[in-house]
C-alpha cells in the first residue's frame, strides 16, 4: 500500500492500483460509511452496483500498524477524470438521476422513483466525468426509507420541477415489444439488506393520508343466497372474519369447486404441442384438471377464445407466458420440475380465464384492486419475492396488502402495456394455490397481513372463485 497514491477523502483513504486500474478504498478503522453500521454500509454498496451499474467488491478486513481497530476493503473501478471538467454539475446531475429513476427532492438529495430508496450527498465532487464524457458516481451515500419518510420525500419531489424520465421503448424488441404475462420463477432476483421488506408504498400524494377502512370480510363476501355463501355453509365458515381453515377444510374446498361433468377439453383447446421434455399427454391432463373447475357458465363464454398451448425454444428465463394477442402459452422446453409446471400453467390458463372470461370477473378483481389501492392512486415501485429480496428491477406494481405468507408481492405487478386497472396478477398468483397441497392452502387463507392485520390474502382468494363457483349465473 506504502507505494500506491493515497487519496483521502471523507469517509475513506482511497489508492489506485494502476495495474488492475482499481481503486482500493479503506474505511476510518473501525468506522463504516456515514451510517458507522456494517449492515447498513453494505447494503449501500449493493445498491450502488444494482442502480448505477456499478461493480463495487469486498476484499475483506484489515488492521494497518498501529490501529486498534480494523477498517473495511473494498475495490471500485478506476475512472480517469477529464482535465478541463472533472465533475458535472448540478445539472448534469440531476440529468444523470433522473435516468437511473431518481426525483430531485433538494440540492443534493434525490428519493427513487420505484424503490424506497434515498441518494444524498449528490454533489459535483462525488461524480467523475470520465475521459469519454461519461459521468460516474463515486461516493454517493444512499439508504433504505420507512413508508412515512418515504411518503414526505415523494411529497417533495412532486413539488419540484423534475426532468423527464428515461424512454426505455426502443430498447425493446421482438417478444419484449408484445404484451405478454408470466410468473417469474427464473428471473434473477436482487436483495436488499436480508431483514426486513417495507411494509408499504406511499398510499396518496399527501403524507397525512392512511389506509382507508376496510369493510368486514362478511359485508363483502358473506352475502347470504350467493354461491360463495353457500359454499361456506358447505364447508362449516360462519365467520369470515374470524374463521380457522383446517387442512381438512381447505381439501373439501378444492373439492367442492371441482365439477362432477367437466367441459369437454377439445371445446377450450385448439392444440396442445409438446416436445421432448414433456409429452403432449402430460401438458393435456394438467390442463383438464384446470378445466375440471369450469362450470358450464364459465367454459361456454372461453369455448368462444379456446387457447393454444405450445413449447418456445426462445423463452429464456421464464417458466410460461400467457400472450393474448394470439390467445395461446407458451412453454419453456428446459422446465424438467412437473409440479413446477403444473403450477405454472395454472397461473397463465388463470390469465386466461380472467382476460377472456366474463367481463363480471374482471369487474370483480378491478373493484377489489381500486378499493385496495385507493383508486389506483400508488406509485408503482419494484416489487418484494421475500422480505429483503428483490424481483427483477422490472417487476413494478402497487404492494398495498398483496403481500402473502412469504412476503410475495407479485399479485399486485402492473405491466408497462397494461392497464393498472385490470390488476392482471390478482386472479393468477391467487387461484394457482389451488395446486398447492391443502396444508399450504389453509396456511395461505389464515394468513394476516403484518401491514393492516387483515385477512387480505383471503379475501382477494374468494372474490377471484368468483366465476369458479358452482351455480355461478351465466355471463
Given at each position: 500500500m506504502a507505494s500506491l497514491r493515497k487519496f483521502r477523502g471523507a469517509e475513506h483513504d482511497v489508492y489506485h492500483h494502476r495495474p488492475s486500474n482499481l481503486a482500493i478504498k479503506l474505511t476510518r478503522p473501525g468506522e463504516f460509511g456515514w451510517g458507522g453500521n456494517i449492515q447498513t454500509y453494505l447494503r449501500r454498496l449493493a445498491w450502488t452496483n444494482i442502480l448505477f451499474d456499478d461493480d463495487v467488491a469486498v476484499a475483506g478486513l484489515t488492521q494497518l500498524p498501529g490501529e486498534s481497530l480494523p477498517r473495511l476493503v473494498t475495490t471500485q473501478p478506476w475512472y480517469d477524470a477529464q482535465e478541463a471538467s472533472p465533475h458535472p454539475n448540478a445539472a448534469e446531475i440531476q440529468t444523470y438521476m433522473r435516468a437511473k429513476?431518481?426525483?430531485?427532492?433538494?440540492?443534493?438529495?434525490?428519493?427513487?422513483?420505484?424503490?424506497?430508496?434515498?441518494?444524498?450527498?449528490?454533489?459535483p465532487d462525488?461524480?467523475?466525468?470520465?475521459?469519454?464524457?461519461?459521468?460516474?458516481?463515486i461516493d454517493l451515500i444512499l439508504g433504505q426509507t420507512d413508508e412515512q419518510e418515504y411518503r414526505r420525500l415523494r411529497d417533495l419531489a412532486e413539488d419540484l420541477p423534475q426532468m423527464p424520465g428515461p424512454d426505455r421503448r426502443s430498447e425493446e424488441t421482438g417478444l419484449g415489444d408484445r404484451l405478454q404475462f408470466s410468473q417469474t420463477e427464473l428471473e434473477t432476483q436482487h436483495t436488499s439488506d436480508g431483514s426486513r421488506a417495507p411494509k408499504s408504498a406511499r398510499r396518496a400524494s399527501s403524507s397525512q393520508?392512511?389506509?382507508?377502512?376496510?369493510p368486514s370480510l362478511n359485508e363483502t363476501l358473506g352475502a347470504p343466497g350467493t354461491p360463495l355463501?353457500?359454499?361456506?355453509?358447505?364447508?362449516?365458515?360462519?365467520?369470515?372474519d374470524t374463521h380457522v381453515f383446517t387442512e381438512v377444510q381447505a381439501q373439501q374446498l378444492v373439492t367442492l369447486l371441482k365439477q362432477d361433468t367437466p367441459p369437454k377439453l377439445d371445446t377450450l383447446v385448439r392444440g396442445i404441442t409438446g416436445d421432448n421434455t414433456h409429452s403432449s399427454e402430460q401438458i393435456r391432463t394438467i390442463v383438464e384438471?384446470?378445466?375440471?373447475?369450469?362450470?358450464?357458465?364459465?367454459?361456454?363464454?372461453?369455448a368462444k377464445h379456446p387457447v393454444a398451448i405450445?413449447?418456445?425454444?426462445?423463452?429464456?428465463?421464464?417458466?410460461?407466458?400467457?400472450?393474448?394477442?394470439?390467445?395461446?402459452?407458451?412453454?419453456n422446453p428446459k422446465i424438467t420440475d412437473l409440479s413446477k409446471l403444473r403450477r405454472t400453467l395454472f397461473h397463465e390458463l388463470v390469465h386466461w380465464a380472467h382476460l377472456k372470461g366474463p367481463s363480471s370477473f374482471r369487474e370483480r378483481v378491478t373493484a377489489l384492486a381500486s378499493r385496495r389501492t385507493s383508486g389506483f392512486t400508488e406509485p408503482q415501485l419494484i416489487l418484494y419475492k421475500a422480505p429483503g429480496l428483490l424481483y427483477d428491477l422490472e417487476v413494478r406494481g402497487m404492494r398495498d396488502d398483496w403481500a402473502d405468507i412469504n412476503g410475495d408481492e407479485y399479485a399486485g405487478r402492473v405491466y408497462r402495456r397494461a392497464a393498472a386497472s385490470l390488476a392482471v396478477e390478482v386472479p393468477t398468483v391467487h387461484l394457482e394455490k389451488l395446486t398447492y397441497h391443502s396444508s399450504e392452502l389453509a396456511d395461505y387463507l389464515n394468513h394476516r397481513s403484518n401491514r393492516t392485520g387483515h385477512r387480505?390474502?383471503?379475501?382477494a382468494?374468494?372474490?377471484?372463485?368468483?366465476?369458479f363457483l358452482p351455480s355461478n349465473p351465466q355471463p
Open positions: 429513476g431518481f426525483l430531485k427532492v433538494a440540492d443534493e438529495g434525490y428519493v427513487h422513483e420505484h424503490l424506497d430508496i434515498y441518494a444524498s450527498d449528490a454533489k462525488n461524480f467523475i466525468r470520465t475521459i469519454s464524457g461519461m459521468i460516474r458516481p393520508q392512511t389506509t382507508p377502512p376496510q355463501r353457500s359454499l361456506l355453509d358447505k364447508l362449516g365458515v360462519r365467520d369470515l384438471e384446470f378445466a375440471s373447475f369450469m362450470p358450464p357458465a364459465l367454459a361456454r363464454q372461453l405450445a413449447f418456445d425454444q426462445k423463452l429464456a428465463k421464464k417458466v410460461a407466458v400467457y400472450r393474448p394477442e394470439d390467445n395461446s402459452i407458451a412453454v387480505s390474502w383471503r379475501e382468494f374468494l372474490t377471484c372463485l368468483d366465476p
